[in-house]
Structures are given as C-alpha cells and as structure tokens.
C-alpha cells in the first residue's frame, strides 16, 4: 500500500512526517482536494505480487485435506493455474500456492474465478499488509501533550537548536483525570498489540539487554505468527520473518531493516534503518509510570502481549488473521492456546485492499470471544480507510494534531469511528502556524525505542545504542490510544461487552474544534468519526456502571493530643454507596458516612490505623490505612481545632470530573 509521505516515501527513518495542506509539485492528495475544490492527482501504487491464495470451501469439506485436494486439482482446470496446498488456516480456510508469483489484478482474477464455483465460500489473494508509521531520531522528551487535559499549556523543546515553545494541547487525550479513577485495575485486563514485535526497554518489562525478548511483569509472552514463506519467492526463505525459522513462542524483534540491494515485492528498496514499530506501539498502550524515568502509557497496571506478524517488507493476511484470533483466545493449528487471551487487540497496519473474507472472519470471531478489535486507519492523507480498519465491528481511529486539527496524512471515511492523538501537521486549523513544526517535541507522539539501525543489540549512526524514546506520527500511534483507553473502560468493567466499551469511547467524545476540517461545516465534517478521544469522559461514565472506586483515600495526619480527628474519603461507581470505616480492620460502630471523626485522641492512641470499604451492589473496596499519630500537649499551649485528612463523598458526574481535573493539574504542577 502507499504509506505517508516525506520528501518521496514515508518508510524512511528520519523525520517521518507528511506534507502540509500547501500544494505543491502538481502532487494533490484526495483530502488536499476535497479542501481545495480541486481534483486530485491519480496515486500510482505499485503492482504488488501475490504467491498465495485464501480458499474456504462452504460445501461440508473442511480445508483441502483428502477430498478437498480433489477439488484443488478441479480448480486447477477451472483456472488454469498451478495450484497446491499449503496449510490449514484457522476459521476453516486454506492457503494455496500459485506455481509462481502473479500481479495483484491477475491474482483477484484468479480468486475471482474461484469464488464463482460450486462449494467455494470465498476466494482471495494473501496480500501482504504493512506497518503505518516509522520512527524520528530516538530522542528523549520528558512531556507528552498526547495524554494531556485539552486545556492544559504544553511546553517542548526544539530538536536542534535551543529554546522551546508552548501550546494549548488542545488535542490531548485527556488522561490525567482518568488516571485518578484506574490506571487499569489489578492487572487482569491484555492488551494485544499485532505488530514486529518488541524488545526489551527499562520502561517496559523493566530488562536493559534488548534481546531476546523476557516477559517480565506486565508484559506477558506473545507469539511470532510470521511463516518462514511470505513473501515473493525472489526473496530467501525467512527473509520477511528474518529471525532464521517461521512460528514460533518468541515475539522479538529481530529489526526489519533493509539493507541495501534488498527489495520488496511492492518495490520498496534499501537501504533502510529498522523501525522498532511495535515496540513504539507497546509503550503508548502500557509504558511503565511513575518510575522516575522515560514516559508514561495509558494503562499503567494494563497487561500487554506482543503478537508479531510484521517483519521485513511486512506481513501476510493469513498470519495477521491467525495472529488476531490467537489474541483473541481461538485455537490456531500448530500453536499452543493463548494462556493470557487479550480482551483488546490493536492493530497499526494494513493493507489498501477492501477488508477481505479471511479478515472479516477473524474480526468477527475475536468480537464474538469478547475482544475489542482496535485499527488504524492508514496514512495516505485519503478519503478511504485501509484494511482491516474498513472491516465491519473494527474500531477505525484516525488521527488530530495537537491543537486538535485532522492530520495531514491520516486517512478518513464515513466509516471512522474515533480520532486519537497522532501528531504531525494539521490539515486546516493551523497549517503552516505555531505546532507545525518539526523541530519540535509538540509535533510528535513519543515513546519507547531501541537506537539499533538493524538487529537489537546494533548502532544508528550517531554512534548510540540500546533503549531510547522516539517520536512518531501516524495513525499507527492513533489507535493505541484508543486500545489503551479501551483498556482502562475494561478495568473498571471487565463484564461489559465489545459493543458497551465502544459506546462508552464514542458516546463521550470531545467535538472537534471549532474551525477545523472535521467540525461542524468543515470539509471533513462527518468523516472524522464521533470526536476526539477524551480519556476522562469515558472512564467517568464508565465507572457510574461500576464497582465502587475510591477517587482519593483517607490521608495519614497528625494531631495534639485532646483533638479529635476527621477522616474522608471520596468516592464513585453505580447506584448508591455505603461506607463502613474500620479501626485496624475492625468495623466501628455507627460509622457508616463518607467521613469519620474520631473521639478526642490521647498520646497512647497515636499509630491508630483507619480505613474505610465502600460498596454497592456491584461489589465493595477497602482503602489502604491512614494513621493518625498523636503528639503530647506543649506545656502551657492551646488545643488546636480538629484536623481533617481525606476527601469528602461520593461526587455527581461533574463534581467528580472537576475534582479529578483538579488534583491531576496538581500533580502536573509539581511534576514541572
């Protein structure tokens, strides 16, 4: 597929940016044209050959083992073609060989011929599908407006040179008030992200050495679903999978660098750096926080499992197929059950292909076991979404800048679901202005990375190696926001349904701002999706439908003795909350508000410990313990008033959203 642009092609590894809307060289995107009233300049993309065809036969048979390989040599007549059986896929298809490789036109003929007879549910070529952003220069960034309250003041540095400058992150996906509620509960809920794969980073699974990849923490095992034979058959056995054999347990990268002389089978050439793509994804979804280095992710307790089917040149449909319903939890052949089942999928790659049968057939079954089907929906600045994005049940993110514009390049559609934070240069609202800058942090989205050029342990050519940060934009970065924050619905509600999380993400969107493409009579209006993310919309809904959650504990305090203490908690979830407070475990009688105070307090009662469960129909949560220490009387000083420490409640939607807001623009505060 034709991927962004910079200078002549987007798959380069530096400054990894789309044009502005300025038109210029007589080259004039689709959306270019849409805003200017003018037509748009026919995109040759290049003729991509096929090797494999889909089959699923609807007559009984299962696959094309025994009777159905009878029917193999039926269709070889039928079209002429040398066709042979090369494995069952699961969902009941097969993969067939050509004899030799075929253009992409001829390939659908084929299929097509196929398709139409007796017995054959569908027929498609296996086309090969790509990842949709690469990285900038790994550089570190101690701020991500991406995560950003949409009224807060960014401030970034500028890449070379000194100084920096600000801008209201008016694009932000507004996480700060949302990390107040869950940073995605006790761990229970994956993440799977469909990507090359990933290495080792500090701010991942917490191991330095890049490779081979340890699960640790969090960060669960995956699987490698890239088969030893994708690919043309100019290329060597394991080129695209370039990791020395086909399937298997271990998720690394291995790089997808190019060197040069290499060529795809689309014509794309080296030499080219590898991108690290899916570990780029692996950190906006779940970096670790609140560790004194690096970045933050969206879901902070969230589990993630690397699935790879992206390598050199990109990746197969059948693998990617097979690789979201093993996500998913279904029974792939030849690979061992998912013991971690992700209940989120996300998926930053595609193909410009319509959404083919097999995809369908593996969306549809990842839904029907209860995943959350998250994609991309491409970066060829077209009025069309790329595959599996244009697949029915598929949430498709595109994606804003940060001042909340539609990005250049990102793709839109009627069938968009929902914008997230994806950098780069706007559309409309603000081209050429402040934020479009490349020389700034505030012009990408920043996340883990190795340095290497090629394998893991390699060097770029600054000389630097190992883990770093680097900035992207894309869609691919757009749709792990939106996964993360699926995430976090999904922490609160782990029983809710793909459908439910979907309204709560799409049903509590930030309208676009005013003046921009996708507003209200803008020239994309309608084609953006419902809004923009806001994180803390969704999470506040979500948890008036959930288990009670304790936004802010009681606090330790201290007091004179002769005092008395008040306690408080605030809190939230459905219907109507009880609370029972506890002195070291056990209920005190009567105490049964969102706050306590304690009778006067002598020196001996200092170290008490106190806490307090909160429930409602839904279930129930005990807050840690806040003691209270009692100090003596100065000789000869006054009593003090009661102290207080804690919240105070259980808040309506809009107390609790100020509330949050509150104490995150706090916590930002401090952090500067």
């Known amino acids: 597929m034709a991927m962004r642009h910079f200078a002549v092609a987007l798959i380069a590894a530096a400054s990894i940016v789309a044009s502005t809307i300025a038109i210029s060289g007589g080259n004039v995107t689709p ?38 390989r009878a029917r193999l040599r039926e269709f070889q007549e039928t079209t002429g073609a040398e066709l042979t059986h090369v494995r069952e896929l699961a969902g009941g298809a097969s993969l067939v060989a050509l004899r030799a490789p075929v253009p992409l036109a001829e390939a659908r003929n084929i299929a097509a011929t196929l398709a139409r007879q007796p017995g054959v549910e569908y027929a498609e070529p296996d086309v090969m599908f790509k990842r949709l952003a690469v990285p900038d220069d790994p550089r570190y960034s101690g701020w991500q407006w991406n995560l950003f309250e949409p009224t807060s003041t960014f401030t970034g540095t500028l890449l070379s040179g000194n100084g920096s400058k600000s801008a209201v992150a008016t694009g932000g996906a507004n996480l700060p008030p949302a990390w107040d509620v869950t940073q995605g509960g006790s761990g229970l809920v994956v993440v799977a992200v469909v990507d090359t794969g990933i290495v080792n980073h500090p701010d991942l699974n917490g191991v330095v050495t890049p490779a081979p990849y340890v699960p640790a923490g969090r960060f669960v095992g995956g699987y490698d679903f890239i088969s030893s034979n994708v690919g043309s058959p100019s290329l060597p056995l394991n080129f695209v999978a370039n990791d020395g054999d086909g399937r298997d347990p271990d998720p690394t990268d291995p790089g997808d660098w190019l060197a040069a002389g290499d060529v795809c089978e689309d014509g794309l050439a080296g030499p080219e750096d590898s991108s690290w793509h899916g570990t780029h994804m692996a950190g906006v979804v779940a970096a670790s926080a609140n560790n004194g280095t690096g970045i933050a992710g969206i879901g902070w307790n969230v589990r993630l499992q690397p699935l790879r089917a992206l390598g050199k040149c990109g990746g197969a449909l059948s693998d990617i197929a097979e690789a979201i319903r093993w996500a998913a939890g279904l029974d792939v052949a030849g ?26 057939s593996a969306v549809d079954a990842a839904i029907a076991a209860g995943s959350v089907v998250v994609a991309a929906t491409g970066n060829e600045s077209d009025i069309v979404l790329i595959s599996p994005a244009n697949c029915r049940g598929v949430i498709a993110v595109t ?29 409309v609202l603000g081209a050429g202005g402040l934020t479009d800058d490349r020389n700034w942090t505030g012009y990408y989205i920043w996340s883990t990375l190795l340095c290497g050029a090629t394998d893991p342990g390699s060097f770029d050519a600054d000389g630097r190696t190992g ?5 992207f934009t894309g869609t691919s970065v757009a749709a792990p926001h939106v996964a993360g924050a699926a995430a976090l619905v999904k922490s609160l509600l782990p029983s809710a349904s793909v459908d439910q999380v979907r309204g709560f993400l799409v049903n509590n969107v930030r309208p676009f701002p005013a003046g921009s493409a996708c507003a209200t009579g803008g020239a994309f209006e309608g084609q953006c999706g419902a809004g923009m993310l806001d994180a803390s919309a969704a999470i506040s809904r979500a948890v008036l439908s959930a288990a009670p959650v304790i936004v802010s504990g009681p606090q330790g305090l201290s007091i004179v003795e002769g ?110």
């Open 399 to 427: 994606a804003h800048t940060i001042n909340g514009e539609n990005a250049d390049y990102a793709n839109i559609g009627a069938a968009t679901t929902i914008s997230a934070p994806g950098g780069g240069s706007p559309i």
């Open 335 to 360: 690979v061992p059950a998912n013991p971690t089942p992700a209940r989120v999928i996300s998926l930053s790659l595609g193909s410009s292909e319509p959404c083919s049968n097999e995809t369908q």
């Open 467 to 471: 883990a770093a940060y680097g900035g």
């Open 31 to 68: 959306k270019q044209a849409q805003v200017q009233g003018v037509t748009a300049t026919p995109r040759a993309k290049p003729a991509q050959p096929v090797r494999h065809l889909i089959v699923k036969l609807s007559d009984g048979s299962t696959g094309m083992p025994g009777a159905g």
């Open 563 to 672: 005092q008395t203490a008040t306690l408080a908690v605030t809190a939230a979830g459905a219907a109507t909350l009880t609370y029972q407070w506890k002195r070291y475990g056990v209920d005190i009688a009567g105490a049964t508000s969102s706050s306590y105070t304690t009778p006067a307090l002598s020196v001996g009662d200092s170290g008490t410990r106190y806490s307090v469960t909160v429930t409602n129909p839904l279930g129930s949560i005990t807050s840690p313990e806040a003691t209270v220490t009692v100090t003596p009387v100065a000789t000869g000083g006054p009593v003090s008033p009661p102290i207080s420490g804690g919240g105070g409640g259980a808040l309506p939607l809009g107390q609790l959203l100020l509330l949050v807001a509150l104490l995150a623009g706090a916590r930002l505060r401090r952090r500067e």
